[in-house]
């Protein structure tokens, strides 16, 4: 009986992840057995540098996607912040499962609040996203570069003698961390990442089997409110490296997205809201990038 292989990074989130979409897909395919098929990314071969120094977009999705049109892979597993929004011929985004807590946790062994961090605290961060709008909330913050899986930041955090780090809020509490949580930064100034928090599901455009399959799984309220932010996103013109934050929610059958954009120091801030209807999301991300434009989005993202 020939299994469902699903394609995944090896660290400890991303095949908690995998995991996750493979005990949703056992019932759809029963008795097809699922496979973890684990791929090696630059991302991971790549623990030193900083991010927005390793060569563009897709360092941790890459070389996942050349695994599907390999056929090494028939379905591909993204933490879908990491997934550009550029096409790969042949490779195709097809479904989210229900999407997680998607903010930014704050994480400190010395104080109890963001808030109350001194003057010229120490703050451990892998992204510009962040670091942009950390520096911008608080200019006087001294920013440190921070790579490594959630286990690695959290030990950085206490041998670097930081006063804090920013992770993913999804990422502890699916890794059971969310004890280390110390608070949620509030998105009205710090906007998670574009597609934070949800997963992503590829397949090879051609593949209409395993599309229907992985449709069976796909939460329509995560895919409307993602697919409204990648359009923004996409519409920029930016990727998951450049200070480009979001927020989307679906009340009362409207969707609501909210964008920000921000220069790499931080000083510059412009954000905008749209809403439209949830079926309608491409345009509602669309039309939200115009209006960042129309505020002068594109000068700040090409100054970066």
Do not use: Y
Not at 115 to 141: C, E, F, K, V, Y
Request: net charge neutral.
């Amino acid at each position: 009986m020939t299994s469902l292989r699903l394609g995944t990074r090896g660290s400890a989130l991303a095949l908690w992840q995998a995991n996750h979409v493979a005990a949703l897909l056992r019932p759809v395919i029963d008795p097809r057995p699922v496979e973890l098929v684990r791929i090696d990314t630059h991302g991971d071969r790549d623990q030193a540098s900083a991010l927005s120094a390793m060569g563009g977009f897709g360092v941790f999705t890459k070389a996942i996607q050349q695994a599907l049109l390999d056929r090494v892979a028939d379905a591909a597993v993204h933490s879908l912040k990491d997934l550009p929004t550029i096409p790969v011929d042949g490779v195709e985004l097809v479904a989210t499962p229900e999407r997680a807590p998607n903010g930014d946790a704050f994480i400190s062994t010395k104080h109890t609040r963001f808030d109350d961090l001194p003057p010229g605290a120490t703050i451990g961060t892998s992204s510009l996203r962040r670091r942009a709008q950390l520096l911008n909330h608080r200019p006087d913050l001294k920013l440190v570069e921070l790579r490594g899986n959630v286990d690695t930041r959290l030990r950085k955090l206490e041998e670097q003698g930081l006063d804090g780090i920013v992770l993913a809020e999804a990422g502890l509490v699916r890794l059971g961390l969310a004890h280390r949580i110390t608070e949620i930064l509030d998105p009205e100034w710090m906007l998670p990442a574009v597609g934070q928090g949800a997963i992503g599901l590829e397949c090879r455009t051609a593949d209409g089997t395993t599309r229907e399959i992985l449709e069976a799984i796909n939460h329509r309220e995560t895919w409307s409110r993602v697919r409204a932010e990648r359009a923004m996103l996409w519409t920029l013109g930016g990727g998951c490296l450049v200070p480009i934050g979001a927020t989307s929610r679906i009340e009362n059958g409207v969707l609501t997205v909210r964008g920000a954009v921000l220069s790499e120091d931080g000083r510059r801030r412009i954000v905008a809201t749209h809403r439209g209807a949830p079926d309608a999301s491409l345009a509602v991300g669309q039309e939200l990038a115009a209006m960042l434009k129309d505020e002068g989005a594109d000068e700040l993202l090409a100054s970066l």
